[in-house]
C-alpha cells in the first residue's frame, strides 16, 4: 500500500478537487460551506421537471461530483474522504441547490435522490429526504446495490453494496429528466436499472487515506487479489493468489452462474447487455485495455454475452485503487412508452466524469470492415525509366559494403571510446543484409526500384538513431530518385537526388556539419559529387570529413551525455563508416595499412 499523497490534508484536498470541478465545466458552481457541486440556474433544459441529486464520501471520483453536468445528474453532495455527508448537506442540496424543489411544484416535478447501499449514506440521504418531504417538497429516493462480491447469506439485512454500476443508473435516469418525463417515471426507470444491475470488483492492494496513519497489516500479500473488495478498503469474498484469466472467470461467474444461490441477483438474458469496466483509479490505461480484452472473450467465449455497449474508464474510484471493477446491465423495457434503455444510455450530456465518445451510430453500424492490403513497400516500387548498368552497379555497390564489413573492428573500437560500442556492429549488420538481399535479387537497373527493394532490408535490420536516419534518407531518396524523371542516371542525377534527400532528412535532425555525427561526412559527399561529378573526389572529401571529427566536440548524440576527452582521441565512428561506404562505392580498397590513395 502507497502511503504517497500530493495533499497530507484531507480537507483541503476534498475542498480544492470540488472546486476545480467549476474550472473544468462552466455550467456547474459550487458551495464550498455544504460540499455541494450543482448546475448552475439555467443550465438544465428547459422543460426538465426533474432535478437528480447523488453523493456519497469523497474518494471516488469522478462520482460523484463529477457527474454533476447537463443531461445528467442536477447535484452531488460530498461527504469527507470515505464518509457519508450529513443530513443536512443533503436537505440543502434538495431545498437550496436544485430547481423543481418548491412545494407548489407541479404534479410531474420534483427531485430524485439516487444513493449506494451504504449504512451512513441511506440513513443520511434518507433524513435529508424526509426533511425535504416535511416542507412539501415532492422527493423520491432510490437505493442502488449492485455488488455481487459479498452474497446473500453475509450481506445478510444490509443487502448488496453499491459500486460502480450506479453510474448507469445516473447516466439513464439523467437522461431520461432531461427529456422532461415526470418524477413517477424518471424514478421507476431508475429503479428497473438498478434492479437489473450486477458488478463485482477485484483489487490487489488496499488504498490508504490521506491523513491517516498507515496501520499494520493493512495491505494483502505479494500476489494476492482480493476478489470482491469494496470502494473503501471493505473485505471481498475471497484472496487468492491468481493470474487475469482465472480472476475474471470468477468473477463473471459470481455475476452470471444462476446455480450460485447465494449470488444468483441478477438473470442476465436479455437480447441486450451494456458491460462497464470501471478502473478503482490506479490501474493504468494499457493494463484497462488488456483487462477490458480478456473480460469480452470470456463474457463471448464462456457466457454467450455479446455486449451492445461497452464503456471502459474511470467512473468511480477507491482513491488510487490498484483494482477494477465489471458491471453489467440487462437491458429491459422501460415500459415508459420509451426511450429505451440504450436509447438513453447513448443520449447526450455535460458532465466531466462522464466518459462515453462513442456515437449511438457508430455502434449500430457494426462494422466489422478492415484493411487487409499487404503494406510491404516491396511491390509499390513501380518502373522509373531513371536507368544505370545493373552489372557495373551491383558490382559498385557490393564493394562498398563489403568495405563497411571491414572497417566494423575500427568503428566499434571508435565507438567504444565514445560511445556504447554498437554503431560498427550495426553497420555491419545492415551492410551483410543488403549483401545478401542483392544476391537473391540483383539490381535491376531501374535505380527507383532497386533502392525501393533496399529500403525496406534497411529498416529491418538496422536499429538506433542510425537506422532511422538511413532509412529516412533512402525512404527521400526513392522519391528523389523517381522525381528526376526518365533517363540515364549520371553523377549529376545523383547529386540531385542526393541533395533532395539531405534537404528531407534535416527536417528531422538538428544534426548538420560540425555536429560530429554521420552528417559530417554525408554533406561533403553530395557537394562535391554535385561540383565535380566525380564519386572519387566526393569519397575522398568524405573521407577527410570524417577524419576532420577527431578533436570535434558532439552536439548530438550519446557522446553528448557519455562526455569526457575521447572526442578527441577518435574521429566519430558514424562519420568513419558512412564514409568507408563512399570509399568503397569509388572502388576504393581497404589495405591492412589504411585506404588505398585516390
Known amino acids: 500500500m502507497s502511503s504517497k499523497h500530493f495533499f497530507q490534508d484531507p480537507t483541503h484536498l476534498v475542498n480544492t478537487a470540488l472546486h476545480s470541478l467549476t474550472l473544468t465545466n462552466p455550467s456547474v458552481a459550487l458551495d464550498p460551506l455544504n460540499k455541494i457541486v450543482y448546475l448552475r440556474p439555467g443550465a438544465a433544459p428547459a422543460n426538465q421537471q426533474v432535478s437528480l441529486i447523488s453523493g456519497g464520501g469523497s474518494g471516488h471520483e469522478p462520482s460523484f461530483a463529477g457527474m454533476v453536468g447537463r443531461g445528467l445528474l442536477s447535484a452531488a453532495v460530498a461527504g469527507t474522504i470515505f464518509a457519508s455527508p450529513s443530513a443536512e448537506q443533503v436537505r440543502a442540496a434538495i431545498m437550496a441547490r436544485v430547481d423543481n424543489n418548491t412545494p407548489d411544484a407541479g404534479a410531474g416535478e420534483g427531485v430524485l435522490v439516487t444513493v449506494m447501499n451504504y449504512t451512513g449514506d441511506v440513513l443520511n440521504f434518507g433524513m435529508g429526504v424526509e426533511k425535504a418531504r416535511a416542507a412539501g417538497v415532492n422527493v423520491d429516493m432510490v437505493v442502488v446495490g449492485d455488488d455481487v462480491g459479498v452474497g446473500r447469506k453475509k450481506a445478510g439485512k444490509v443487502g448488496r453494496r453499491g459500486i460502480a454500476g450506479t453510474v448507469l443508473v445516473h447516466k439513464i435516469s439523467g437522461a431520461l429528466a432531461a427529456q422532461g418525463r415526470s418524477l413517477e417515471e424518471v424514478g ?148 415508459i412508452g420509451g426511450p429505451g434503455m440504450i436509447e438513453l444510455l447513448d443520449y447526450s450530456c455535460e458532465a466531466t466524469g462522464w466518459t462515453a465518445p462513442i456515437a449511438k451510430t457508430t455502434w449500430e ?18 518502373a522509373s525509366g531513371l536507368t544505370i548498368d545493373a552489372k557495373s552497379a551491383q558490382e559498385a555497390l557490393i564493394c562498398a559494403l563489403q568495405s563497411v564489413i571491414a572497417v566494423e573492428p575500427e568503428v566499434t573500437r571508435y565507438d567504444t571510446v565514445v560511445g556504447d560500442g554498437d554503431c560498427g556492429i550495426g553497420l555491419k549488420r545492415g551492410a551483410e543484409a543488403v549483401l545478401d538481399h542483392l544476391r537473391s535479387k540483383p539490381l535491376t537497373g ?7 527493394g533496399i529500403v525496406p532490408v534497411v529498416e529491418s535490420t538496422m536499429d538506433g538513431t542510425s537506422g532511422a536516419l538511413y532509412a529516412i534518407f533512402l525512404n527521400s531518396l526513392v522519391a528523389a530518385l523517381r522525381s528526376q524523371g526518365p533517363d540515364t542516371a549520371e553523377a549529376k542525377t545523383w547529386a540531385a537526388a542526393l541533395k533532395q534527400s539531405c534537404d528531407a532528412l534535416s527536417k528531422y535532425t538538428p544534426a548538420r556539419p560540425g555536429d560530429r555525427t554521420l552528417i559530417d561526412a554525408l554533406y561533403p559527399f553530395v557537394e562535391t559529387l554535385d561540383k565535380t561529378g566525380s564519386c572519387k573526389q566526393a569519397a575522398e572529401a568524405a573521407s577527410e570529413a570524417a577524419a576532420g571529427t577527431k578533436g570535434m566536440q558532439a552536439s548530438l548524440g550519446r557522446t553528448v551525455y557519455i562526455g569526457g576527452s575521447g572526442f578527441e582521441e577518435v574521429p566519430d565512428p558514424g562519420a568513419w563508416g558512412l564514409a568507408s561506404f563512399f570509399l568503397g562505392l569509388a572502388g576504393v580498397k581497404k589495405a591492412d595499412d589504411g585506404w588505398e590513395k585516390l
Open 446 to 452: 531501374d535505380v527507383v526500384v532497386d533502392v525501393a
Open 365 to 382: 453500424e457494426k462494422n466489422t470492415a478492415t484493411r487487409d492490403q499487404d503494406p510491404t513497400i516491396e511491390g509499390d516500387a513501380r
Open 188 to 335: 421507476k426507470v431508475a429503479r428497473l436499472v438498478a434492479e437489473n444491475l450486477v458488478s463485482v470488483g477485484a483489487s490487489l492492494e488496499h488504498v490508504h487515506v490521506p491523513g491517516r496513519v498507515k496501520g499494520e497489516g493493512d495491505g494483502l500479500k505479494e500476489g494476492e487479489v482480493e476478489i470482491g473488495m469494496g470502494i473503501h478498503n471493505e473485505a471481498g469474498s475471497s484472496r487468492e493468489a491468481t493470474g487475469l484469466e482465472e480472476l475474471v472467470a470468477k468473477m463473471l461467474a459470481q455475476m452470471l452462474d444462476q446455480a450460485d444461490e447465494d449470488r444468483a441477483f441478477v438473470k442476465v438474458n436479455s437480447n441486450e447487455v451494456v458491460l462497464l469496466l470501471n478502473n478503482l483509479g490506479g490501474v493504468s490505461v494499457l493494463e484497462m485495455g488488456g483487462i477490458l480484452a480478456e473480460v469480452v472473450k470470456q463474457l463471448e467465449g464462456t457466457w454467450n454475452i455479446r455486449p451492445v455497449r461497452i464503456l471502459s474508464g474511470t467512473y468511480m474510484t477507491s482513491l488510487n485503487g490498484l483494482g477494477f471493477s465489471i458491471s453489467l446491465l440487462n437491458v429491459v423495457n422501460t415500459d
